[in-house]
């Protein structure tokens, strides 16, 4: 069983910065992506950013430039710092862990920008 815990997540004022973690336990492969996604209101959950133990890092263009993802593989932890974060970031941020052919979830936090 895999267990995916997210922490990080607020209120923040636009321009301001976050930084979201996520620890995974179980049976953890030594191959894995792990990675953020998003969903606000209204919308289907899209890929933020994603991680894998290779190193192979993708981004949403939307938080190119803004937003890092990093991991650390001794606590098979990821992490998103994200700056100048907008109005239009706000949304409930899921942490993923994909070991083919499974993905699993976290419960998802939520990220609220606004003055």
């Known amino acids: 069983q895999v267990q995916l815990v997210e922490s990080g997540g607020g209120l923040v004022q636009p321009g301001g910065s976050l930084r979201l973690s996520c620890a995974a336990s179980g049976s953890i492969s030594s191959i894995n992506t792990m990675g953020w996604y998003r969903q606000a209101p209204g919308k289907e959950r899209e890929l933020v950013a994603s991680l894998s133990t290779g190193r192979t890092t993708t981004y949403a263009g939307s938080v190119k430039g803004r937003f890092t993802i990093s991991r650390d593989n001794a606590k098979n932890t990821v992490y998103l710092q994200m700056n100048s974060l907008e109005p239009e970031d706000t949304a409930v941020y899921y942490c993923?862990?994909?070991?083919?052919?499974?993905?699993?979830w976290g419960q998802g936090t939520q990220v609220t920008v606004s003055s």
């Open positions: 993923s862990l994909r070991m083919a052919p499974d993905t699993y």
